[in-house]
T-cell receptor, first 110, second 112 residues
Framework: GDSVTQMEGPVTLSEEAFLTINCTYT??????LFWYVQYPGEGLQLLLKATKADDKGSNKGFEATYRKETTSFHLEKGSVQVSDSAVYFC?????????FGAGTTVTVRA | NAGVTQTPKFQVLKTGQSMTLQCAQD?????MSWYRQDPGMGLRLIHY???????DQGEVPNGYNVSRSTTEDFPLRLLSAAPSQTSVYFCASLKPNTGELFFGEGSRLTVL
């Protein structure tokens, strides 16, 4: 079945540092890929998405590129802020089935 | 818009008790789903529905029932709660064109 593997956390960074969270997937067909973010005490919300190979999703300074050859969708941000502290989930959708990674907790210190 | 509304936000049960987690959405989404979130395990799909009158099992359906009598509502029932069902539960609906999931704020359930 489909699955998503993302790097384990927690990740602790200083403000303005570069953030990368690795995500790889296993799926049949042509899934859509997503990054969701969960701020403390809240539900998940969509951060960015890509629907086909070589698409780049971007939002709030975050970027991720759909790499079919390496089955990856790594999340990056060049300069993090304290407000980026959250749990980040990589996910894929194949038809109506959605699969999530385990989540990576990111803490940004001032 | 209210989006996806879940109730209750917090609940404590004793082993063997039953309860229903309510979920309602006002976006006219056909697809709705229930997930549980446990530390280190991400979100796991419990049940989902692609429209009124249609439900199907997800990854971890045992111990849970669902029904979908209307497009708006998708309740999750625990018939006989067990400590292993202590978790945070999220309801979500899917916007069809974009594939984006809209989540409720979550329901934290503790089974003693």
């Amino acid at each position: 079945g489909d699955s998503v593997t993302q790097m384990e956390g927690p990740v602790t960074l200083s403000e303005e540092a570069f953030l990368t969270i690795n995500c790889t997937y296993t799926a049949t067909g042509y899934p859509s890929l997503f990054w969701y973010v969960q701020y403390p005490g809240e539900g998940l919300q969509l951060l960015l998405k890509a629907t086909k190979a070589d698409d780049k999703g971007s939002n709030k300074g975050f970027e991720a590129t759909y790499r079919k050859e390496t089955t990856s969708f790594h999340l990056e941000k060049g300069s993090v802020q304290v407000s980026d502290s959250a749990v980040y989930f990589c996910a894929l959708r194949n038809d109506y089935k959605l699969s999530f990674g385990a989540g990576t907790t990111v803490t940004v210190r001032a | 818009n209210a989006g996806v509304t879940q109730t209750p936000k917090f609940q404590v049960l004793k082993t063997g008790q039953s309860m229903t987690l309510q979920c309602a959405q006002d976006m006219n989404h056909e697809y709705m789903s229930w997930y549980r979130q446990d530390p280190g395990m991400g979100l796991r799909l419990i049940h989902y529905s692609v429209g009124a009158g249609i439900t199907d099992q997800g990854e971890v359906p045992n111990g849970y029932n669902v029904s979908r009598s209307t497009t708006e509502d998708f309740p999750l029932r625990l018939l006989s709660a067990a400590p292993s069902q202590t978790s945070v539960y999220f309801c979500a609906s899917l916007k069809p064109n974009t594939g984006e999931l809209f989540f409720g704020e979550g329901s934290r359930l503790t089974v003693l």
